[in-house]
């Protein structure tokens, strides 16, 4: 039987957000409320008794709030790849996710060999142009600070790894695929500046952030749905990340 899981982070003021992307989302008053419609007295044409009405809502976001895709312009002045210009085939195809919960703990960096071994449990293979989520289990972590400044990632030797198994899209259920304290970033710099390996700006790794629920998904093997939204020249972009299994 064919099973959908939703990957997505809630978006609510005061939720977890990576220190570096400011105190957002702020919800405020739309241009529409459903008590103000009803003063306009407008019936139903299907039901006299009831009055039409409509509300709406105004939301400042960064575009790296909750779940969302990094752009390569987000690491790279040179890049061409705005939020809007990233493929949307980095959001959608095929996909496997790697169980690393048993590294789990704050500050703890994920290594080559852990990622290797959780891919040998997994009983698949990663293809080449895969999309590879990576459970640590930080997601379930409910204190923002504690989410934001002591989060798990990626050592330099596993961004590495992945970028071997040439993979089109990694994702992580945290805040930052870098470790916390890795000032340099140098998984974003692989990923998202490819020319700093000489290579190619079009030979980059899409980044996926705050994911939720990658261990609920049933099997290794899935299909993942997850383009970003277009924000013109935007560095990131929240996407509505879904696992479908048959």
């Given at each position: 039987?064919a099973?959908?899981?939703?990957?997505?982070?809630?978006?609510y003021?005061?939720?977890?957000?990576?220190?570096?992307?400011?105190?957002?989302?702020h919800f405020?008053?739309?241009?529409?409320?459903?008590?103000?419609?009803?003063?306009?007295n407008?019936?139903?044409?299907?039901?006299?008794?009831?009055?039409?009405?409509?509300?709406?809502?105004?939301?400042?976001?960064?575009?790296?709030?909750?779940?969302?895709?990094?752009?390569?312009?987000?690491?790279?002045?040179?890049?061409?790849?705005?939020?809007?210009?990233?493929?949307?085939?980095?959001?959608?195809?095929?996909?496997?996710?790697?169980?690393v919960?048993?590294?789990?703990?704050?500050?703890?960096?994920?290594?080559?060999?852990?990622?290797?071994?959780?891919?040998?449990?997994?009983?698949?293979?990663?293809?080449?142009?895969?999309i590879?989520?990576?459970?640590?289990?930080?997601?379930?972590?409910?204190?923002?600070?504690?989410?934001?400044f002591?989060?798990?990632?990626?050592?330099?030797?596993?961004?590495?790894?992945?970028?071997?198994?040439?993979?089109?899209?990694v994702?992580?259920?945290?805040?930052?695929?870098?470790?916390?304290?890795?000032?340099?970033?140098?998984?974003?710099?692989?990923?998202?500046?490819?020319?700093?390996?000489?290579?190619?700006?079009?030979?980059?790794?899409?980044?996926?952030?705050n994911l939720?629920?990658?261990?609920?998904?049933?099997?290794?093997?899935?299909l993942?749905?997850?383009?970003?939204?277009?924000?013109?020249?935007?560095?990131?972009?929240?996407?509505?990340?879904?696992?479908?299994?048959?």
């Open positions: 039987m099973k959908l899981i939703d990957l997505t982070m809630p978006i003021e005061g939720m977890p957000q990576h220190p570096a992307h400011g105190n957002t989302p405020m008053s739309g241009t529409r409320s459903h008590d103000a419609w009803r003063n306009f407008r019936r139903n044409h299907y039901d006299e008794s009831d009055l039409v009405s409509f509300e709406n809502e105004n939301i400042i976001i960064c575009g790296h709030t909750g779940t969302h895709m990094d752009a390569c312009f987000h690491g790279d002045p040179s890049s061409d790849y705005s939020i809007d210009k990233m493929p949307v085939e980095c959001g959608f195809g095929d996909a496997v996710w790697l169980d919960s048993f590294r789990y703990g704050p500050k703890a960096e994920v290594t080559a060999k852990d990622l290797k071994d959780a891919e040998e449990k997994s009983g698949t293979t990663i293809r080449p142009g895969d590879v989520l990576i459970h640590t289990g930080w997601s379930t972590i409910k204190d923002p600070v504690k989410y934001a002591d989060h798990m990632g990626l050592s330099i030797e596993a961004g590495e790894w992945l970028r071997e198994k040439k993979v089109k899209t994702g992580i259920d945290n805040c930052n695929v870098d470790t916390a304290g890795a000032l340099n970033l140098p998984v974003h710099m692989n990923f998202l500046r490819p020319r700093s390996l000489g290579l190619a700006n079009d030979d980059f790794i899409a980044i996926i952030e939720v629920n990658i261990d609920r998904i049933p099997k290794s093997r899935f993942f749905s997850g383009a970003p939204i277009p924000y013109l020249g935007g560095t990131g972009g929240q996407v509505r990340a879904l696992g479908f299994v048959e």
